[in-house]
């Protein structure tokens, strides 16, 4: 429920991008600097969430990042400015990313506990979330101001919160993820391999939340002012991503235990990489609401296991970082798609998500044969 949620407040808030932009009266590369809020708060708390994961323990940081989100996604509308929009989103995307590292550090628990590679499934709930708030926004944007659409919003994630909060508090974590909770241990230093393991996919998350950011804050405004497209079928466009997305990711078990890790980030990324070609490029909105959809399928599944590859080596502290670093990706994609949009056009920057995807699938194949420390072995199920 969580993921769904967060998913779910996401999507409502990038699919009246195109309202707030208007109301702020900022060009391109202004949203773009307002935007990377989003992506500079999210990175600020990430590492300091993994430490509090390790101190409180994930639920905690969990239920208390429920109520702190919905309350954060109603300021953005009430800004009349690039500059006052920048300051409310660096509160909103604090809250956003303090959330995606302790429901991952609370996932990668449990996937431990199951001994399955069952992480894209909770991301499937993010997606499924994403296109229920994508698509419920779309069919409101014409009827409902932005103010009032996001103050509905958090007040259905404070309901939310109050309701799977504290079945998620009284859940006691399993031994191994209970030890370190509540007091100060020091932690088990990673050798210098594991630490590179940890990097590469960290990069690899990077380059695809670079292309979820970049079809979050920017496919609405493509459809719509390149591609003429009526505001609810701009909209449709994030739904439909996030449709696919979902898909992608409830498949994502059985990719992972059929075709191996490797095999699910090369295809992964040759995917999502042809699919972002037709999206940026395509005459037609049609045509790039189908290239939106293949781009989904692609990067369905890539973010979820770089993230939890990293959380199986190094606990909170791995998947915090490879956070960081994902998210990196969409700090570096608004304000660079803004620039380039405004230096050259917004199609030929929405290509960049192309090139990074197709990196992606290189690190993946580069990383077939990265092992770590003994005690952090991959699952059988992880290996090709």
Known sequence: MFFALDGFLFAGWVVR?????QQTGASASTLGLAL???SAGAVITMMLTGRLCRRYGSHAVTAVCGVLLPLSIALPAQTHSALSLGLVLLVFGAAYGGMNVAMNSAAVDLVAE???PVMPSFHAAFSLGGMVGAGLGGLVAGGLSASTHLFLLAGTGLLVTAFAGPSLLRHRPAPAA???VGRRAPRQRLSPRARRVVVLFGVIALCTAYG????ADWGALHLEQDLGAHPGLAAAGYALFALTMTAGRLTGTLLLERLGQTRTLLLGGVTASAGML????APTAWLALAGFAVTGLGLANIFPVAVG???ELAGPGGVAAASTLGYGGMLLGPPAIGFLADWFSLPLALTTVALLAAAAAALGYGARNATTDAHARPPAH???
Not at 17 to 21: M, Q, S, T, V
Not at 212 to 215: I, S
Not at 278 to 281: D, E, F, S, V
């Open 212 to 215: 979820e950011g970049a079809l």
């Open 278 to 281: 037709l999206g940026a490029l």
């Open 309 to 311: 590859r990293a959380g």
């Open 36 to 38: 990377l809020g989003v």
């Open 17 to 21: 991008i195109p309202a707030i932009k």
């Open 178 to 180: 209970q030890e370190t």
């Open 382 to 384: 992880l290996v090709d």
């Open 114 to 116: 199951l001994r399955r």
